[in-house]
């Protein structure tokens, strides 16, 4: 699976947009990029994911740039109970196991 | 209801000493797994199992070493614990019709830790 690099800690206003970015230079063709978050102290929570097209669904939106080797996860009105650590994974979709490999992630602070 | 529990939360036990997690799942999935974090957080596979078969096993030590009664359950056994042994332990499990969805759900962790 593709390694993904992302920003060690971010800080948003609660009520505005937060972007959190992620880089997979090595993406394969065939490999998805999915979005984990994981609030203090509780297991990690599945976000969203997508292969090639932009994805929206009631949590967040995810934008996948043309060539495929960054993309960002939209929280559209971020809220204090976002704050989390926000996992960025690339791997083999329809593998026939989930096979998640979690890296350091980006700690996201909601700011009052 | 919950999803996908563990028990207990947590855990203190003696090094040398035997110790077990439970995990079991009322979402009628196919497949389950253990994960370990570590003090540094990072999340690493250990087991996963696909209606009680074994499928991933991530070089864990033999000390360690899972059992599936039936596909609602995956129960984590340690056999002489070791002080590196400390950390949170999460189940999880997924549905077969979605492996492309690539969706875990996690339960709340089991913190053990070792003396």
């Known amino acids: 699976d593709a390694k993904t690099t992302q920003p060690p800690s971010m800080d948003c206003a609660e009520g505005r947009a937060a972007n959190l970015p992620c880089n997979h230079s090595?993406?394969?063709?065939?490999?998805?990029v999915y979005w984990y978050r994981q609030i203090h102290s509780q297991g990690p929570q599945y976000i969203i994911h997508?292969?090639?097209n932009n994805e929206t669904n009631e949590m967040a939106s995810l934008i996948i740039t043309e060539d495929r080797k960054s993309s960002t996860l939209i929280l559209p009105h971020a809220t204090l109970r976002d704050t989390a650590v926000y996992y960025c994974i690339v791997r083999v979709g329809n593998f026939g196991n989930e096979k998640l490999t979690f890296g350091t992630g980006t700690r996201l602070t909601i700011i009052p | 209801d919950t999803a996908v529990s563990q028990t207990p939360k947590y855990l203190v036990t003696q090094m040398g000493n035997d110790k077990s997690i439970k995990c079991e799942q009322n979402l009628g999935h196919d497949t389950m797994y253990w994960y370990k974090q570590d003090s540094k957080k990072f999340l690493k596979i250990m087991f996963s199992?696909?209606?009680?078969?074994?499928?991933i096993n991530e070089t864990v030590p033999n000390r360690f070493s899972p059992k599936s009664p039936d596909k609602a359950h995956l129960n984590l056994h340690i056999n002489s614990l070791e002080l590196g042994d400390s950390a949170v332990y999460f189940c999880?499990?997924?549905?077969?019709?979605?492996?492309?969805?690539?969706?875990?759900?996690f339960g709340e962790g089991s913190r053990l830790t070792v003396l």
């Open positions: 199992y696909n209606n009680k078969e074994l499928i």
């Open positions: 997508g292969l090639k």
């Open positions: 999880a499990s997924s549905l077969d019709r979605d492996r492309v969805t690539g969706e875990l759900f």
């Open positions: 090595t993406i394969s063709g065939n490999e998805y």
